[in-house]
């Protein structure tokens, strides 16, 4: 049957809540360590498994409201030395544990936070992530920063280190939008920072925002044309919102101190304009969220890219060991959260232990991952993956059937290489990926973002701190317990 009551003419009324956690599963008040460990070290190595590894770096200066990754993020970095020693030294324990260890890196993100925060720290992870065996030419390295706080000597290191991509968020040009955000207004940083990198590295990457507080769709419009414009920029990755994994920006919507976002269908239509805007001008998508000019990168450089951004998607046979407080890794048959606060994370990998936080782990096997991963992989589903996963009864017919009713609608099309995302397909894009998942990791994903919305509401109202730490959804039962709104 086809759906035509929604947003343009699809089923949907509004553009997805759940563009964060894709992996996210239950807790589980009965996982043990040694469960997990046991599972990351028999996790096996498959035909298609890669190995990629994140970093994070848990420090900002800002408390930008809309930041879904602010939640244990540090205002003093003045640590950096000590953390930098001890994510490498964490990253050297995850690598060893699985069996993927020695085999080629297909990529290492180092994300945040702000990286820059490091500082001179940061030629030593560099440096330790150069050492590992499968570390080579092929290997894509990226690193993000944040313009206002980075330095000369930053870039002046990453350039040094051969880094080939640099990742910074602008969000919005509009200055207004901007300090709804808590973010510098002025884009003062952006001249002197593009000047700095002076073409030494090869991909240069800004992220964008659709359906914050304040935007209009000319606003939009306006900025990606800006942006485009800019030759010394050679890739724009436009991210949906996702309202409920920032409480702090609901709790200043609730309160009444900023605008509330634009409407269901401008949104839906920011969607659609910004990826029209792509395509007309020939940019190709290359990420979850990513769009680059094939005509500013050469070949062999947009080969290299893994198109993991800082929420990236991996299928089910990847390895992507993340480090670094809050950071999620996923292999074969394993989900691992890392606690969240700082001090407590760096303290066990100093006792030698695990900074992981268990009851947030899930052994859960995702094999239909590869089926509800596919709208946000630029490659499509390929005929061949689709029928081995068939073949190991992995899919539910329930799954099959919204598959089908995808295809008939238009927002899943048959493409050359197998299955793809209509554009239309990449509007509804988290929808998409909610709707082809098994039941129960739908309702955790679901459940997170009701928790963020109650979290919200809770700051509102003066029931909960509006801090960097209401972003830290491993605190939320303290705040929520009991006075549940
Ligand atoms: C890890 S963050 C920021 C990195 C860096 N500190 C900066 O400010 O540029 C990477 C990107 O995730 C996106 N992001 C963060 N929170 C989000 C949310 N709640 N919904 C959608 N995208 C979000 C933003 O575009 C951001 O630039
Ligand atoms: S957007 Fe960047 S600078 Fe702002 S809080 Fe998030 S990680 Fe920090």
């Known amino acids: 049957m086809i759906h035509a009551s929604g947003l343009l003419g699809t089923r949907y009324d509004g553009l997805a809540r759940n563009t964060i956690d894709y992996w996210m599963q239950p807790d589980d008040p009965t996982m043990s360590m040694p ?13 298609e498994s890669s190995l990629r590894l994140y970093l994070h770096v848990p420090f900002c200066a800002q408390r930008c409201r809309f930041c879904a990754f602010s939640g244990g993020n540090s205002l003093d970095w003045r640590q950096a030395e000590r953390y930098a020693r001890l994510l490498v030294r964490q990253l050297r324990r995850m690598w060893a544990r699985t ?53 000369r000597d930053f870039i002046d290191t990453l350039a040094a280190f051969g880094v080939t991509k640099v990742s910074f968020g602008l969000q919005s040009l509009d200055p207004e939008v901007r300090g709804h955000m808590r973010q510098p207004r002025s884009l003062q940083h952006l001249e002197r920072v593009l000047e700095w990198i002076d073409g030494r590295i090869p991909v240069v990457n800004a992220d964008l ?76 998508r290359h990420g979850t969220n990513t769009y680059v000019d094939p005509r500013r990168v050469d070949g062999p450089t947009l080969a290299r890219l893994a198109g993991d951004e800082c929420i990236g998607a991996a299928g089910y046979e990847t390895f992507l060991l993340g480090v670094g407080p809050q950071a999620i890794a996923t292999m074969p048959g394993v989900r691992v959260e890392n606690l969240v606060d700082i001090e407590a994370w760096c303290a066990a990998v100093e006792r030698g232990e695990p900074p992981y936080c268990v009851s947030k782990c899930s052994t859960i096997h995702q094999r239909d991952m590869a089926l509800w991963t596919f709208p946000l992989r630029w490659e499509g589903l390929s005929r061949a993956h689709l029928s081995a996963l068939r073949a190991s009864s992995v899919i539910s017919p329930r799954q099959e059937a919204t598959l089908a ?58 029931r909960a701190p509006d801090t960097n730490a209401l972003n830290n959804r491993q605190l939320a039962e303290i705040w929520l317990d009991g006075r549940r709104a």
Not at 140 to 145: G, I, P, T
Not at 223 to 234: G, P, Q
Not at 407 to 415: C, Y
């Open 405 to 462: 009713a995808l295809q008939q609608e238009g927002l899943v099309v048959e493409g050359p290489n197998g299955l793809a995302l209509s554009l239309l397909g990449e509007v509804f894009m988290g929808h998409l990926v909610r709707d082809l998942k098994q039941d129960s990791s739908r309702a955790a994903v679901d459940a997170y973002i009701d928790e963020g919305e109650a979290l919200g509401r809770a700051a509102a109202t003066g």
């Open 209 to 284: 925002i659709t359906g914050l507080p304040g935007q209009t769709r000319q606003g939009v419009a306006a900025d990606l044309d800006e942006l485009m414009a800019e030759r010394r920029i050679h890739a724009i990755s436009s991210y949906l919102l996702t309202p409920g994994a920032a409480p702090s920006l609901l709790a200043a919507i609730g309160a009444g101190t900023i605008p509330t976002a634009p409407c269901a269908l401008d949104q839906a239509l920011m969607r659609l304009e910004t990826y029209g805007a792509f395509r007309r001008a020939g940019w190709v």
């Open 99 to 151: 069996a993927m260890q020695g085999r080629s890196i297909r990529s290492v993100n180092i994300g945040g936070g702000s990286p820059d925060l490091l500082g001179p720290a940061m030629a030593s992870v560099l440096q330790a992530v150069h050492e590992l065996p499968g570390f080579g030419d092929e290997t894509e390295l990226s690193v993000e920063l944040t313009l206002s706080t980075v330095h």
């Open 35 to 47: 469960r997990v460990l046991h599972a990351i070290e028999s996790a096996p190595v498959l035909p």
